[in-house]
């Protein structure tokens, strides 16, 4: 039996290892263990009960406007214990959060092998994403397999010297969880969500999600003047649910709070969010996640990054990078609205991420190599 210990603590980790759990948990080779930091509680939450995934280990680490060290710190020394606990034989994390860098370090630190899911993505810029560039490039050096959603992304690992073995190019599993959610909310309407009732679905949806810690401040205030400019259009309807964090919420509260044609929400849960996804026009996000799932949706993408890790879709073009520049936001977002060539170019662009199947090729990538540590010396 292969023993596995997942460990995650945000919303988006949950979301992309959640279907892996469910399929590992449904064969008698393994024995799947959870562990939780709870980075993120509420948002985390919502993603454990609708997958129906029970932690064994709920470390409960999350604290108002702790330090990205206390949450290393905590993260660490809990996740140690729940190694000592269960024995693994390999530790899963995802991504590139501060639990998946601490749940990689605790586990070379016992001596535990590390499964890296969602591999390989490179900025090139260790402060953009902050600090998730760097978390993925040091969970690289201490992982033992490393599974790349893509071929630039498997490319990535062997320029840095990782053993081609060890590299399987499987897709991203975040589509696997689109694809199981579109299949669970299948038949839903806007009544069967609370939050979305207000929602003109007649009008153009612009969905905004928006979280960074590099664009807290001034490019936070760009990306609402922008915004709110969008949204004289009349015939558009703006819904931006707003992440919890007070440097989010601030400026987009001062500056967009009561403007017509705008809707401003608390964080959606996931099913209500995949939902609205697949009916809005245009979608803006700095989320890695979104930049993944919405093309497998048609929906096109601006991304309000500088930079971004997933310059596949960018070369694909489901994706335009457009920062947080307000011109630059105002410009290719009415482009996408007014323009139907346009538009229709990037909503047919192929999916560069994924097929629904990544979960299964790594349930056979470990079945595999388990059948060969397990076959005698010598043998066939």
């Known amino acids: 039996m292969i023993n596995v210990l997942f460990v995650f603590g945000t919303r988006p980790e949950a979301i992309k290892l959640a279907p892996l759990i469910k399929r590992l948990s449904l064969n008698e080779a393994f024995r799947v263990t959870v562990c939780v930091t709870a980075q993120h509680r509420e948002m985390l939450d919502q993603v454990l009960a609708f997958f129906d995934i029970r932690p064994n280990f709920d470390l409960h680490i999350m604290k108002a406007n702790q330090s990205l060290s206390k949450i290393t710190t905590l993260a660490l020394n ?119 009732n207000l929602i003109n679905l007649d009008k153009k949806i612009i969905l905004v999600t928006g979280h960074r810690r590099e664009s807290f401040g001034r490019p936070f205030e760009n990306i609402c003047r922008a915004l709110k400019t969008i949204s004289v259009e009349e015939d558009v309807e703006i819904v931006y649910p707003v992440h919890l964090n007070p440097n989010v919420r601030k400026p987009v509260l001062n500056i967009l709070k009561g403007t017509p044609n705008i809707h401003l929400l608390d964080p959606l849960d996931y099913p209500a969010f995949v939902w609205l996804m697949n009916r809005s026009r245009i979608i803006l996000t700095d989320s890695g996640g979104v930049q993944e799932e919405a093309p497998s949706l048609g929906k096109p993408v601006l991304v309000m990054r500088d930079v971004t890790e997933r310059m596949e879709g960018v070369k694909a073009g489901t994706a335009v990078l457009v920062g ?57």
């Open 324 to 380: 947080t520049d307000e011109g630059l936001i105002v410009r290719e977002a009415l482009r996408l609205l007014r323009n139907r060539s346009e538009y229709d170019r990037m909503a047919r662009a192929i999916n560069p991420y994924g097929d629904g199947r990544s979960s299964e090729r790594i349930e056979s990538v470990l079945l595999r190599l388990w059948s060969m540590e397990r076959r005698p010396e010598g043998g066939r």
């Open 78 to 196: 809990g996740i140690r214990k729940a190694i000592l606990s269960s024995r693994p034989d390999w530790l899963f994390v995802q991504g590139d959060t501060t639990t998946t860098f601490a749940g990689a370090l605790a586990a070379f630190y016992e001596r535990v092998r590390v499964a890296h899911v969602e591999a390989g993505l490179r900025s090139f810029n260790r402060n953009a994403p902050f600090p998730e560039e760097t978390n993925r490039v040091l969970t690289t050096h201490l992982a033992d397999l490393h599974f790349a959603p893509t071929e630039t992304a498997r490319g990535n690992l062997l320029a840095e010297g990782v053993p081609v073995d060890r590299v399987f190019v499987v897709g991203n599993t975040g589509i696997d969880a689109l694809f199981l959610c579109l299949k669970l909310t299948e038949g839903k309407s806007k009544k069967d969500f609370a939050s979305l």
